[in-house]
């Protein structure tokens, strides 16, 4: 065992061009939705990521952490460290294969895990069925359902092995 843990790793061999920035930016604006006055808001992209562990500076030169590169990176990166790296959410509400699909092979997005979070997390909830209120200008789910799907998705998300032999697979069958 080593002082970091697998995530914490530095890919010398990447540079920083491999995270999507149209996902840092989303996910700032996240941010900036539930913690308005948070401290990380008033960084530059480069000291944010360091902050919280997505890319480190060695020599000068940015390189994304494996955890920066999972949750930002663009899919063609994923896939040059982690082989096996693939999401797929499946619906499904007739009897066919399905109804709509996000997969991070698919080329039409960035294919990281924070994109597919978002995305997924939000089809579960037009699927499911919810109610809302909001909080200011964040939306306060209420559905139980929805929060135990989203924390589904949140576990196997963070627990998955990406340097095993296969992905994430999420499937809603809606019938």
Same mark, same amino acid.
């Given at each position: 065992?080593?002082?970091?843990?697998?995530?914490?790793?530095?890919?010398?061999?990447? *540079?920083?061009?491999?995270?999507?920035?149209?996902?840092?930016? =989303?996910?700032?604006?996240?941010?900036?939705?539930?913690? *308005?006055?948070?401290?990380?808001?008033?960084?530059?992209?480069?000291?944010?990521?360091?902050?919280?562990? =997505?890319?480190?500076?060695?020599?000068?030169?940015?390189? *994304?952490?494996?955890?920066?590169?999972?949750?930002?990176?663009?899919?063609?990166?994923?896939?040059?460290?982690?082989?096996?790296?693939?999401?797929?959410?499946?619906?499904?509400?007739?009897?066919?294969?399905?109804?709509?699909?996000?997969?991070?092979?698919?080329?039409?997005?960035?294919?990281?895990?924070?994109?597919?979070?978002?995305?997924?997390?939000?089809?579960?909830?037009?699927?499911?069925?919810?109610?809302?209120?909001?909080?200011?200008?964040?939306?306060?789910?209420?559905?139980?359902?929805?929060?135990?799907?989203?924390?589904?998705?949140?576990?196997?998300?963070?627990?998955?092995?990406?340097?095993?032999?296969?992905?994430v697979e999420v499937i809603f069958d809606g019938k």
């Amino acid at each position: 065992s080593g002082d970091l843990t697998a995530d914490e790793i530095v890919l010398k061999e990447l *540079p920083l061009e491999c995270l999507d920035m149209n996902s840092v930016a =989303a996910y700032r604006n996240y941010l900036a939705s539930v913690r *308005p006055g948070h401290r990380l808001l008033k960084t530059e992209n480069e000291e944010f990521l360091e902050i919280i562990n =997505a890319a480190e500076n060695i020599g000068g030169v940015w390189h *994304p952490t494996a955890a920066g590169l999972l949750m930002f990176g663009k899919e063609h990166c994923i896939a040059k460290e982690f082989s096996s790296y693939r999401l797929d959410y499946r619906e499904t509400f007739e009897n066919k294969k399905w109804d709509y699909r996000i997969c991070s092979w698919s080329a039409d997005w960035s294919g990281n895990v924070f994109d597919f979070f978002m995305e997924v997390s939000n089809r579960m909830v037009l699927a499911i069925g919810n109610r809302f209120e909001l909080n200011g200008m964040v939306r306060v789910d209420i559905s139980e359902a929805t929060e135990c799907a989203r924390e589904a998705l949140v576990n196997a998300l963070v627990n998955a092995d990406y340097y095993g032999k296969q992905g994430v697979e999420v499937i809603f069958d809606g019938k």
